[in-house]
């Protein structure tokens, strides 16, 4: 199941992104890096 994180590359949403994957959904990540770095998404398998 596919579920939308806005804000997936701030602190909260980073970890929240990690914790839905290890329970077996695929977050979707919604995010402008208005106050993170891309660095932050290094490794995910895409950006959009």
Do not use: Q, W, Y
Request: charged letters at 15%.
């Amino acid at each position: 199941m596919n579920i939308l994180v806005t804000g997936g590359a701030g602190f909260i949403g980073s970890h929240t992104i990690v914790a839905l994957a290890e329970a077996g959904f695929t977050p979707v990540i919604l995010d402008d890096f208005s106050n993170s770095d891309r660095s932050v998404m290094r490794g995910l398998e895409k950006i959009l």
